[in-house]
């Protein structure tokens, strides 16, 4: 215990970092996920196909491919993804082009996963809900915004909570990928005191614990609050 | 005068790097076989580590399998080639073992202490630099080269020291000795497991520079003639060595006598001829030892 | 797929406008992928040396053996041990002695909120590294403790599905607790739960690929060793992705089909946290 004692500000700064990830990766993801899922039930059946594609490709491929992908093919294609023009300093977090490049990777892939949720919750809208909705006129956007999403959103709390739940463990990848995140953080701890190394495991995974158990906390709140009675 | 010396091994170490990467798929080069030294492994002393590894007939040493000119290993080869591995070579011959006694073990530059002190290697000639806070946790000793740490920039950047990238992202591989002489000299390391890696974020631009040692720079800069170049003087000197189990000190007198010979029989040279220094160029002086600690 | 009860039977003039639609979108797509294509090549990414490895038998034969199929076998492993796992901790959880239910629920919950890459690190460096070939059981090992505690909770949600009558009508028949959950509950539990399962293969096959982090056998090392030799990151990636996928696409392929064979098209099994590859029943959308 004592090597993460005494590098408690590591310890915390290397939780920043995932926190960080979290966040900006979590909210990106459900901006995106939201635009799939429209895509997916919308009436365009090419569009619908197409994010039935992106779906199925991203969601049986590694996340560590897709942060490959984002590492070292992007850049290659075109060069201002390289995210050399992210560079922002927030007091002792740099979020550089490699934290811009881990965020597009998790982007990416759980958004594809919060379409599924999504779409698991418009089908637990009862159907006359869609049928009252169109009786009295709306077009597909209307009928979407505001009869079927806001009871579809409700719906998938639980679904979307176990999405972003996936994401915060996720972020354990851009260890990988140079991001001084906890994961990568515990390895190198590990390496420096090889003799604490289970006292050092238990305090990274507690670290985890407690983002996943405050993250699950709130969902469930939310959850009750925003429980459609039927 | 060693600094000019140096840089003539860099550049003909670079030379070495780009023909074996001009190999085709498989490439033929295989290293050499190195004979038992049967007079040597008689000499081991009774009830020491080095001759219980050499009745036992099998030595396990941890190298590199991603760094070319010092330890690589390709997806198809059953042997590494490089540097490390001709050293590596010579010092099991010194146990009476021919090459194909040794097991290559495959080491990161994370996990080369965790492998000597859990006894999983009985040596690590995986491009180690000898440091203090590393002899705390295993036996080094050596050297047996002495390199530099310098910069691997685009070839039309305008860096041409470590000085010119404070506060920037400079790439190098986690674990190595490379990432605190970058953090010392106020550049932010960025690590990956491998040196390709930095390489790659070289050319797209994510990352001003990258540092490590020069011979392994050289060789990418070469490889990537007209993209990338190498510049700065060495900031750094790395001096390459063995590590030895902390528990078995008297390792490090066998490894001291083993390399002094292999300098003064010229096998050390041949080694570094037949890799680093393929191109035909200058073999350098080898280093002088240090000192074993008293038992 | 007029069928959705989301929109309209498009008239007209509804359907000029998704024609219209449905051209952008092919146009965009399509030339996304030329410009892919036109960009790969701008960097030499399509000559034939960069893809020489991925044709040259040798290397081909090492891609297949030494990654694939290790891949292949570290999940396989992953998963039965998991399987095992899961039913120990699944069956503890649902236990009526506190003694057995507690610590059960511990486990579970514990591997079940950890990234399973830290486990793997720390498995990794603790107890593998003396061990031949650990990096190679230190990624089984993560994924059986990981993909173990998701089918435990899997195989709980499995036995609380059957139906009570079940239950009733074997006690009422003198049936003890063992044997009501070990002939009555469990087999109806799995036939439900062997879809649940198969998903959770393909999340453990593609967990494999973090092997690279602990230099672990496999696909991404073995690719990683090409790499290295041929400078040829780009169509290492793709290959290895689609190799990936391929596998995962037949692993879903077999969910649906014994989806479709056990279950029928009744609702799957919802459980937090498993990813649900097999199709879903028809709904609104």
């Known amino acids: 215990m004592q090597a993460v004692l005494d590098n408690f500000d590591l310890y915390l700064k290397a939780f920043g970092y995932t926190v960080a990830l979290f966040i900006v990766a979590g909210i990106l993801s459900m901006l995106l996920g939201t635009a799939l899922a429209a895509c997916r039930v919308g009436p365009v059946s090419?569009?619908?196909?197409?994010?039935?594609?992106?779906?199925?490709?991203?969601?049986?491929?590694?996340?560590?491919?897709?942060?490959?992908?984002?590492?070292?093919?992007?850049?290659?294609?075109?060069?201002?993804?390289?995210?050399?023009?992210?560079?922002?300093?927030?007091?002792?977090?740099?979020?550089?082009?490699?934290?811009?490049?881990?965020?597009?990777?998790?982007?990416?892939?759980?958004?594809?996963?919060?379409?599924?949720?999504?779409?698991?919750?418009?089908?637990?809208?009862?159907?006359?809900?869609?049928?009252?909705?169109?009786?009295?006129?709306?077009?597909?956007?209307?009928?979407?915004?505001?009869?079927?999403?806001?009871?579809?959103?409700?719906?998938?709390?639980?679904?979307?909570?176990?999405?972003?739940?996936?994401?915060?463990?996720?972020?354990?990848?851009?260890?990988?990928?140079?991001?001084?995140?906890?994961?990568?953080?515990?390895?190198?701890?590990?390496?420096?005191?090889?003799?604490?190394?289970?006292?050092?495991?238990?305090?990274?995974?507690?670290?985890?614990?407690?983002?996943?158990?405050?993250?699950?906390?709130g969902a469930s709140r939310l959850e009750r609050r925003w429980r459609v009675a039927r | 005068m060693r600094f000019i010396r140096t840089k003539a091994v860099l550049v003909s170490a670079a030379l070495a790097v780009t023909l074996a990467a001009c190999g085709d798929a498989g490439s033929d080069d295989k290293g050499r076989d190195v004979d038992a030294d049967k007079d040597a492994a008689a000499a081991l002393p009774d009830g020491s580590r080095m001759k219980e590894i050499a009745d036992s007939g099998k030595v396990n040493i941890g190298v590199k399998f991603d760094q070319p000119g010092l330890g690589f290993k390709g997806a198809t080869d059953d042997v590494p080639t490089g540097f490390d591995i001709e050293i590596a070579k010579i010092l099991a011959s010194k146990l009476g073992l021919k090459t194909s006694d040794i097991n290559w073990v495959e080491t990161v530059s994370d996990n080369r202490e965790p492998f000597l002190t859990s006894g999983k290697v009985d040596l690590v000639l995986a491009s180690y630099s000898i440091t203090d806070d590393r002899r705390k946790v295993v036996g080094q000793t050596g050297p047996y080269m002495i390199t530099g740490q310098q910069l691997l920039v685009k070839s039309d950047s305008d860096v041409d020291s470590i000085d010119d990238l404070k506060g920037q992202e400079v790439c190098s591989v986690t674990g190595s000795t490379s990432i605190d002489g970058i953090n010392e000299h106020g550049a932010k390391g960025v690590g990956f497991d491998s040196y390709s890696e930095c390489v790659q974020k070289v050319l797209d631009g994510t990352v001003s520079a990258m540092s490590t040692d020069g011979s392994i720079l050289m060789g990418y800069a070469a490889e990537n003639e007209g993209d990338l170049k190498v510049v700065g003087d060495e900031f750094t000197e790395e001096r390459i060595g063995v590590g030895y189990s902390k528990k078995e000190p008297e390792m490090c007198q066998w490894i001291n006598d083993s390399l002094t010979s292999a300098f003064d029989d010229g096998s050390w040279a041949d080694a570094f001829e037949l890799t680093l220094g393929k191109s035909g160029s200058e073999t350098p002086e080898p280093p002088t030892l240090d000192e074993c600690p008293a038992a | 797929m007029s069928a959705s009860v989301l929109y309209d039977y498009p008239g007209p003039k509804t359907r000029a406008r998704h024609r219209t639609y449905s051209v952008v979108t092919v146009v965009v797509l399509l030339a996304a992928v030329v410009w892919f294509f036109w960009r790969l090549q701008d960097h030499g990414q399509l000559e034939y040396d960069k893809w020489e490895a991925f044709v040259t038998p040798d290397y081909v034969r090492v891609i297949l053996v030494d990654g694939l199929l290790q891949t292949l076998k570290m999940a396989a492993f992953a998963i039965v041990f998991a399987v095992a796992f899961g039913f120990v901790f699944g069956v503890g959880k649902l236990s009526e002695h506190a003694w057995a239910r507690w610590p059960s629920w511990l486990v579970v919950e514990f591997f079940r909120a950890i990234p399973v890459l830290l486990l793997m690190v720390f498995i990794w460096y603790a107890l593998g590294i003396k061990a031949d070939n650990s990096a190679f059981w230190a990624v089984v090992m993560a994924l059986t403790l990981y993909n173990g505690s998701v089918l435990a909770e899997v195989l709980r949600a499995g036995v609380l599905a059957v139906p009570k009558g079940q239950s009733e009508a074997a006690y009422a028949i003198g049936m003890r607790k063992t044997q009501v959950m070990m002939l009555i509950m469990l087999p109806q539990a799995v036939k439900i739960m062997l879809p649940a399962i198969i998903s959770q293969c393909v999340v453990a096959l593609k967990d494999t690929a973090l092997g690279i982090y602990v230099v672990a056998p496999g696909l991404t090392y073995v690719v990683k060793q090409v790499y290295l030799e041929f400078h040829n990151q780009v169509p290492a990636i793709l290959v290895v992705g689609s190799l990936y996928i391929l596998v995962n696409l037949l692993l879903t392929g077999l969910a649906t089909l014994l989806q479709r064979r056990y279950v029928g098209e009744k609702k799957q099994l919802d459980v937090p946290m498993v990813g649900n590859a097999a199709t879903r029943p028809k709904t609104i959308a």
């Open chain 1, 46 to 217: 090419i569009l619908r196909k197409a994010t039935a594609v992106y779906v199925t490709v991203t969601r049986n491929t590694p996340l560590v491919i897709i942060f490959a992908t984002f590492s070292f093919m992007a850049p290659m294609l075109w060069s201002h993804l390289n995210f050399k023009w992210v560079e922002v300093s927030i007091g002792e977090f740099d979020f550089s082009p490699f934290f811009a490049a881990a965020v597009v990777s998790l982007t990416l892939y759980t958004s594809s996963f919060v379409c599924e949720a999504l779409r698991s919750g418009v089908n637990a809208v009862p159907v006359g809900q869609a049928e009252a909705a169109r009786a009295i006129g709306l077009p597909f956007a209307g009928v979407m915004r505001q009869v079927v999403l806001p009871q579809a959103f409700r719906a998938s709390v639980p679904p979307l909570a176990s999405v972003q739940i996936a994401l915060i463990k996720n972020t354990s990848v851009a260890a990988v990928f140079g991001i001084a995140e906890a994961t990568s953080r515990m390895r190198s701890f590990n390496n420096d005191f090889g003799s604490q190394r289970t006292e050092i495991f238990i305090a990274f995974a507690i670290g985890y614990i407690v983002i996943v158990e405050l993250f699950s906390f």
